[in-house]
T-cell receptor, first 110, second 119 residues
Framework: DAKTTQPTSMDCAEGRAANLPCNHS???????VYWYRQIHSQGPQYIIH???NNETNEMASLIITEDRKSSTLILPHATLRDTAVYYC???????????FGSGTKLNVKP | DGGITQSPKYLFRKEGQNVTLSCEQN?????MYWYRQDPGQGLRLIYY???????QKGDIAEGYSVSREKKESFPLTVTSAQKNPTAFYLC??????????????????FGPGTRLTVL
């Protein structure tokens, strides 16, 4: 199983970029990396996913290292509403099963 | 509006009672999932269903049961056999079931959750 390792918590100043790291050293060649976030007492929200290339959408950018053993989620201009737990996820096995670790609690401060 | 709905948002039950949590989606998704979340922890998979009338156990299925009689609905029953049922329950769905041998890139979309408290 490709598990992930993330820091427990991080702080970021409002308006600055938030860079959230994730290690997934046992990832298989065809496994995608997904990022979700969960605001307190709500369902997780999809942010972005990728395989090898860097990806960008309206919410964030995903940078995946060449060896695919780690990735970084970038929120370019963090706001107070980005305060949440961010989960880095790698699919487990052939079925669409996600393994959710404990995530990173991002605190965006004024 | 398209989406996933879970009801109720808060649910209280007495110990020893079975309780059924509702999950409905109008996204025309084939696959549906149930997760459990305990305070300060990530999500753990209870059951999942890739297609109507079929479902598989996840990592913590003991004490739970599900049915998938309709594509839109995937109710979860928390039985009296579940030793620690108090938790936040999340339902999700995805378009593709992720067939064996294929790497699905399909995204899971989550409902708002039901917080179950057993007294």
């Amino acid at each position: 199983d490709a598990k992930t390792t993330q820091p427990t918590s991080m702080d970021c100043a409002e308006g600055r970029a938030a860079n959230l790291p994730c290690n997934h050293s046992t990832i298989s060649g065809n496994e995608y990396v997904y990022w979700y976030r969960q605001i307190h007492s709500q369902g997780p929200q999809y942010i972005i996913h990728g395989l090898k290339n860097n990806e960008t959408n309206e919410m964030a950018s995903l940078i995946i290292t060449e060896d695919r053993k780690s990735s970084t989620l970038i929120l370019p201009h963090a706001t107070l509403r980005d305060t949440a737990v961010y989960y880095c996820i790698v699919r487990v096995g052939n079925f669409n099963k996600f393994y959710f670790g404990s995530g990173t609690k991002l605190n965006v401060k004024p | 509006d398209g989406g996933i709905t879970q009801s109720p948002k808060y649910l209280f039950r007495k110990e020893g009672q079975n309780v059924t949590l509702s999950c409905e989606q109008n996204l025309n998704h084939d696959a549906m999932y149930w997760y459990r979340q305990d305070p300060g922890q990530g999500l753990r998979l209870i059951y999942y269903s890739q297609i109507v009338n079929d479902f598989q156990k996840g990592d913590i299925a003991e004490g739970y049961s599900v049915s998938r009689e309709k594509k839109e609905s995937f109710p979860l029953t928390v039985t009296s056999a579940q030793k620690n049922p108090t938790a936040f329950y999340l339902c999700a769905s995805s378009m593709e079931p992720g067939l064996a041998g294929f790497s699905s890139t399909d995204t899971q979309y989550f409902g708002p959750g039901t917080r179950l408290t057993v007294l």
